[in-house]
């Protein structure tokens, strides 16, 4: 063959986009920074996207010539690029859990390089979110790890999931990026004092500050957030994946204890909190424990929200049934509920005694991403079941 069509039937073949990739979401405050891994040949690509040591499997890579589409199927979400040699150039695209939403993508190939923490900033930080002219409490925390700056927010809803990044003189940058859920911290150390922005989504931004933690309470504990009526049983009642009503008289439910479950399946936190159910449901069920999940999704559309449900309960092999309850909005969500007061966090978890009175709330879940507050999270769910399964009531 000569040198020609050697050059051609080369420049036929297209670009491969195999290989480690650093990728970036260009928010209005500056770009979200993220990694990517794509492995596989044609026809059998595999990819996973990285948030500093937390890793997930994507659904689905389709490569069509120069086209890539990486899908991130738990959220309803892609990543669609051109390739063009060592870049990939493009936008990421999910329904998003305020409406459709479309932010501009890119990546070069190669990795992140992990890079030195400042000392000074490492350790946790109570901090004020200035949001319509109040102060929100948060914790901010901040590790040093061999991939360089990680850490997380905690706010009355959980945490935001694990954050990384790096630090420069005295500022520094991290962010969460899951396919969800886009937030980007940004900051400056000035002495004992931190302030920044704080930005979710394409423009989204809000000003805090923050001081060394202390022993102090900072945040409100999970179970004083929303209150419940406890006068009379707590009643729901909503369809199945199949369409059938379920409700709390159900037989299946009558004289157990039961969790009730108020998630979404584009919440991220929900996704941290699913294992923990489902391991309760599987060493206390034969006890005559019942988990009910109602799902409050992105669209109202029976179809398009069932399937969602049904990639998440098999995501995680539920068998406990899952209900379509309505939209994601906290205060549609609180009138299908009346008898919560105060509902603003998914997920939710409602213990109900075997009387089905409302025992406990729990507002939000801490994640692996900080580490203490789960093992403490689940040690209390641990605790609050047994405890009512011990209970007994008068016929």
């Known amino acids: 063959m000569t040198g020609a069509l050697l050059f051609l039937a080369a420049a036929a073949v297209p670009p491969s986009p195999a290989g480690p990739w650093r990728a970036a979401l260009d928010l209005a405050g500056g770009p979200l920074r993220f990694a990517l891994e794509v ?19 994507l659904s689905a890579v389709r ?13 309803d979400a892609t990543i669609a690029a051109a390739l063009r040699g060592d870049s990939l150039v493009g936008a990421y695209r999910n329904v998003g859990n305020r409406g459709p939403r479309t932010i501009p993508f890119r990546a070069a190939r190669g990795r992140w390089p992990a890079e030195p923490v400042d000392p000074r900033l490492v350790g946790r930080w109570h901090a004020e979110f200035l949001l319509d002219w109040e102060a929100s409490p948060r914790l901010l925390e901040f590790r040093d790890t061999p991939r360089g700056l990680e850490g997380t927010v905690v706010g009355k809803g959980g945490d935001y999931g694990l954050f990384w990044g790096r630090t420069a003189a005295d500022s520094f940058s991290m962010a969460h990026f899951d396919g969800s859920f886009v937030y980007m911290l ?25 001081w060394r933690a202390t022993d102090a309470p900072h945040l409100a504990p999970p179970t004083e957030v929303t209150r419940a009526d406890t006068t009379a049983p707590f009643a729901f009642a909503f369809p199945d994946l199949d369409g059938r009503l379920v409700t709390n008289a159900d037989p299946r439910f009558r004289g157990k204890v039961t969790i009730v479950d108020v998630f979404g399946t584009w919440c991220p936190t929900c996704h941290d909190a699913a294992p923990l159910l489902v391991e309760l449901y599987r060493d206390y ?3 005559g424990l019942e988990i ?20 998440y309960r098999d995501k995680f092999g539920i068998t406990f049934p899952l209900l379509l309850a309505g939209r ?17 966090a998914y997920p939710t978890t409602i213990f109900v005694g ?17 580490p203490d507050l789960h093992a403490r999270v689940v040690a209390d769910f641990r605790r609050t079941v047994e405890a009512l399964l011990a209970e007994r009531t008068t016929p």
């Open 328 to 344: 994601n909005d906290t205060e549609a969500t609180a009138a299908t509920l009346p008898q919560l007061e105060g509902f603003g």
């Open 354 to 370: 075997r009387d089905g009175r409302v025992r406990r709330v729990h507002a939000g879940f801490h994640g692996p991403a900080v």
């Open 292 to 311: 009910v999940g109602l799902a409050y999704e992105v669209t109202g559309d029976p179809a398009t929200d069932g399937r969602l449900v049904r990639r």
């Open 39 to 57: 492995a596989g040949r044609p026809g059998s690509w595999t990819g996973t996207l990285c948030n500093g040591g937390t890793c997930n499997p």
């Open 285 to 287: 069920r034969d006890r």
């Open 186 to 210: 940004t900051g400056r150390l000035d002495g004992d004092t931190l302030r920044g922005e704080f930005h979710a989504g394409l423009r989204g931004r809000t000003s805090w500050r923050a």
């Open 63 to 75: 490569v069509a010539g120069d086209s890539v589409v990486l899908e991130i199927g738990e959220y």
